[in-house]
């Protein structure tokens, strides 16, 4: 053999060992995988609190947080492994084998100085608590979180006074330092931001609406510049605000206040 071939061997053998050891991090389901996952995925309402957000491996299971509560599930629901968390968990995501969630023990949608905002981090397999970072910058309220290609972006909620008609992202790198506070232009959403994803090279933020107020909920399209800006792309009136995973061709796995309990496929309108 060839001193060529022998190198075109290892390096391949080194390719198989190295991508053994690599946790998921695909950012979208296959075709056959998207082809199992049911229309509809229920979820318990005896969970405390209520639903904010949903995260997957995009393979084999889908993450929920309640408030209170974070459950595995398989791709169809069925409960896998349950756990208590403390008041108040807000979104969720999986990035490269754990599970990152965006956490306030303090007051949401109030001026600076009342918010007690965390990123904690747990374990995929089990749900073991693994580490927590501050997030002081995220002045309302830690309420959603997502994350592509080590650039994490934390969102969460917005005064109810009028003074606001944009929103804050705050980008950190993976170690939590803050890297960037984004302002979000497209006007006021109620309570700011709920949940994020990252999907098909363009950040989505599901704000909730409010019939007392007269706001719509929304799904914000956003753009990453090469300088770094986030830019408005869309804005679509449709609620999407109780978790996102996207699944291609503008549709989601999503879930909102009317939808009962579960889950379902939801495309973005036009």
């Known amino acids: 053999m060839n001193k060529s071939k022998i190198q075109i061997i290892t390096i391949f053998l080194i390719t198989i060992l190295l991508g053994s050891c690599v946790p998921n991090s695909k950012h979208e389901f296959d075709t056959?995988?998207?082809?199992?996952?049911l229309n509809e995925?229920?979820?318990?309402?005896?969970?405390?609190?209520?639903l904010q957000g949903m995260a997957t491996d995009f393979n084999k299971y889908i993450y929920w947080s309640h408030t209170r509560q974070l459950v595995k599930t398989d791709l169809n629901g069925n409960v896998l492994k349950v756990i208590d968390v403390q008041n108040h968990h807000g979104d969720l995501e999986y990035y490269k084998g754990k599970i990152y969630v965006a956490v306030n023990f303090g007051k949401f949608n109030e001026e600076p100085g009342l918010a007690d905002s965390w990123v904690y981090i747990y374990d995929t397999e089990n749900l073991d608590f693994i580490e927590k970072y501050p997030v002081p910058e995220v002045v309302h309220g830690a309420g959603g979180i997502a994350i592509h290609n080590n650039q994490v972006m934390?969102?969460?909620?917005?005064?109810?006074?009028?003074?606001?008609?944009?929103?804050?992202?705050?980008?950190?790198?993976?170690?939590?330092?803050?890297?960037?506070?984004?302002?979000?232009?497209?006007?006021y959403t109620y309570k700011g931001i709920q949940t994020a994803s990252f999907f098909n090279e363009y950040w989505y933020f599901a704000c909730y609406g409010s019939d007392r107020v007269g706001v719509v909920p929304k799904v914000l399209k956003v753009r990453q510049t090469v300088e770094n800006k986030l830019e408005l792309v869309q804005s679509v009136d449709i609620d999407m605000s109780y978790g996102m995973i996207g699944q291609g061709n503008e549709t989601f796995i999503t879930s909102n206040r009317n939808l009962d309990a579960k889950a379902t496929k939801m495309k973005l309108l036009k």
């Open 32 to 37: 056959k995988t998207l082809e199992t996952i």
């Open 41 to 50: 995925i229920p979820y318990a309402k005896t969970y405390d609190g209520h």
């Open 154 to 187: 934390v969102v969460g909620g917005l005064p109810e006074n009028g003074n606001y008609n944009v929103n804050f992202v705050y980008e950190y790198n993976m170690d939590f330092n803050l890297i960037k506070r984004h302002v979000l232009a497209g006007g």
